[in-house]
C-alpha cells in the first residue's frame, strides 16, 4: 500500500509516533511518504520505501499568517496524484485533518478517491481543539475522516465529551520498538551524570505548565532529604526558567543538572532509576513508555491516559495533580531498598512491553482496509449518480 503521513515534525509525542509508525510499516513493504513542512527528528534516514515530501509555504506581506493549511492541501494533492497514494494518515484534527479534508475534496473533483484516517493525540482534543475559535473546526476534521483513532481510551472519552462526534473512535495505543531498547551501557557509564552512590531521577518534557515542572523539582527535593541522589532535567520551553530560580531558591543546585534539548535521551534514561512524570494531563504518557522500556519504574499522576501505561504499584505509582508528598514518598520507597528498585525496574520494562510496535502496527493496517473499503463504497456511489 502507498501511504502519506502528515504529522508536525518536531520533538513532540505525536511526531515521534507517527514518525515510528511510517518506518514500521516501510519494513512491513508499505511505500510510505511523509509530507511535512521539515523531515522528521526521529526520521534518520530515507529509504527505498520512505520518502520525504516538504511543504513550502511562500510568505506574501498579505498575510499576516502564512496558510499553511492551504500550501499543505496543495501538496497533498500533487503527491497523490504523482506518487499514486492509496491511504493519508494524519496526525492531529487540525490543521491536519482539515488540511486533509480540503485536499480530498479536490483530488474528488479529478475522481479519485482518498481513504483518511485521523489519529488524535490529545492536545488538538483537550487544549487547543476545544477553544471556541477551532471547535466547530475540529468537529467537522474528525466528523469527515473516514476512520478516527485514539491514542488511549482516556483521550476517546474526552473526545466524545467535549465534541458532537457521530464517528467511531477506535482506540489504538501509542506504541514503542522495544527491539531498539537493549541496554548495553555500562553502569560505569553513571559517573556521567552523578556519584556512585547517588540515585539518578529523570525528567522529559517540553518544559510546558501543564508539565507542572515546579512539582517535579518539589518531589525530587523531598526524595533527596532521604535518598542521595541527582536530578536530571531533559527538555526545554516556558517554565525551564521558573525551574531554575526553584532549584536555586532551595539551595539544590548542585544536585540538578539542566541538559536542555537532547538527541541521547535513551542513554539518559538507561542510567536512571526513577522518572517523575507529575503532568495537569497527558493523553497517553508517551515519556513514562521511553522511560519504563529503559527499565525505569515512573512516578506519574494519575490523570488522561497515564494509568492505562504506568500500572500501579507495578511499573511506579499513581497519585493525585498536585500530590507532590505522596509522589515523594512513593519514589522513596522504591528507591530505599535496592531488591525492590531491582523489581520495580523488572517490571516496568515487562509493562512496556505489553506497547510493542509489532503489536500495534497491524491495528492501524486493519484500519487501513476498514478506511479503503469506505471509500470504495463512495466510488461506487459516485459512479451512480452520474
Do not use: W
Not at 482516556?154 to 489504538?172: N, W
Not at 515542572?213 to 532521604?226: A, H, L, P, S, T
Not at 521511553?290 to 504506568?310: D, F, K, R, Y
Not at 528507591?335 to 512496556?352: G, I, M, T, V
Amino acid at each position: 500500500m502507498k501511504i502519506a503521513i502528515v504529522c508536525y515534525p518536531t520533538f513532540g509525542g505525536s511526531g515521534v509516533v507517527a514518525t515510528e509508525l511510517g518506518m514500521a510499516l516501510s519494513k512491513r513493504g508499505h511505500e510510505v511518504h511523509f509530507i511535512t513542512y521539515k523531515q522528521p527528528v526521529r526520521l534518520e534516514q530515507l529509504s527505498s520505501n520512505i520518502h520525504f515530501h516538504e511543504v513550502n509555504v511562500p510568505e506574501y506581506p498579505l498575510f499576516h499568517y502564512q496558510p499553511y493549511e492551504l500550501a499543505l492541501s496543495s501538496k497533498l494533492v500533487d503527491m497523490v496524484k504523482l506518487h499514486k497514494i492509496e491511504m493519508l494518515h494524519v496526525h492531529y484534527a487540525i490543521p491536519h485533518a482539515y488540511a486533509g479534508y480540503m485536499a480530498k475534496k479536490m483530488l474528488e473533483e479529478e475522481g479519485i478517491f482518498l481513504p483518511m484516517v485521523t489519529t488524535l493525540h490529545g492536545t488538538d482534543i483537550t487544549l487547543v481543539g476545544n477553544h471556541p475559535f477551532y471547535k466547530p473546526a475540529v468537529t467537522f476534521s474528525i466528523n469527515n475522516s473516514d476512520v478516527v483513532t485514539a491514542v488511549s481510551q482516556s483521550l476517546k472519552t474526552d473526545t466524545m465529551r467535549l465534541f458532537r462526534v457521530k464517528k467511531e473512535i477506535e482506540v489504538v495505543p501509542n506504541f514503542i520498538d522495544t527491539s531498539k531498547y537493549i541496554n548495553s551501557l555500562d553502569r560505569c557509564h553513571r559517573n556521567m551524570l552523578a556519584a556512585g552512590d547517588e540515585k539518578i531521577i529523570t525528567h522529559v518534557s517540553n518544559f510546558r505548565k501543564v508539565k507542572r515542572i515546579d512539582d517535579v523539582v518539589m518531589i525530587f527535593y523531598n526524595i533527596q532529604k532521604e535518598i542521595k541522589s541527582k536530578l536530571i532535567m531533559v527538555g526545554n520551553g516556558p517554565e525551564r526558567e521558573m525551574a531554575e530560580d526553584l532549584v536555586a531558591e532551595l539551595g539544590i543546585e548542585d544536585k540538578v543538572l539542566f541538559l536542555g534539548e537532547s538527541h541521547e535521551i535513551d542513554k539518559v534514561l538507561s542510567l536512571s532509576d526513577l522518572f517523575l512524570l507529575p503532568s495537569e494531563s497527558e493523553s497517553f504518557g508517551l515519556a513514562a513508555l521511553e522511560a519504563m522500556v529503559n527499565g525505569v519504574p515512573v512516578i506519574s499522576t494519575n490523570t488522561g491516559g497515564l494509568p492505562e501505561v504506568n500500572k500501579e504499584a507495578f511499573s511506579g505509582f499513581l497519585s493525585g495533580v498536585g500530590n507532590v508528598k505522596e509522589m515523594a514518598e512513593n519514589g522513596i520507597s522504591i528507591l530505599r531498598d535496592e531488591e525492590n528498585l531491582k523489581r520495580f525496574k523488572d517490571n516496568a520494562r515487562n509493562q512496556a512491553f505489553n506497547f510493542d510496535i509489532l503489536s500495534v502496527v497491524p491495528l492501524y493496517e486493519n484500519l487501513y482496509k476498514k478506511a479503503l473499503d469506505k471509500t470504495e463504497g463512495q466510488k461506487k456511489a459516485a459512479k451512480n449518480i452520474f
